[in-house]
């Protein structure tokens, strides 16, 4: 599912299918819960992001723990290109405030503050 939500965080910031993998970085975050753990992966996804424009295509996220309270993911894509890459929401951080992961059931949410 932390792969899904980094898709879908992608997927707000730029037309994915426009996103070549020409590079995979490595992503981890920890946390102290499920939920928690989704908002610390986003955000560093987002990290990547605001550091060099990095958009991400894929995603390969492996979990460490049960529950999980850590991630260690691949994230494959390349650096924003205006020439190809349509501008969309310029996402500032993914937020705890009603934060939901659920794993057994398939259901996550977590808002972001544009």
Do not use: W
């Amino acid at each position: 599912m932390l792969e899904a939500l980094g898709l879908g965080l992608y997927g707000l910031v730029t037309d994915r299918t426009k996103v070549r993998p020409r590079e995979v970085r490595t992503v981890s975050a920890s946390a102290s819960d499920p939920a928690s753990l989704a908002v610390a992966f986003l955000n560093q996804l987002i990290l990547a992001s605001a550091e060099d424009g990095f958009l991400g295509r894929t995603i390969v996220a492996r979990t460490i723990g049960h529950p999980p309270t850590a991630v260690l993911a691949e994230v494959a894509g390349e650096p924003f290109d205006a020439a190809r890459h349509t501008s969309g929401v310029e996402v500032k951080a993914a937020t705890l405030h009603d934060a939901v992961f659920d794993a057994a059931r398939g259901r996550a949410r977590v808002i972001v503050d544009i």
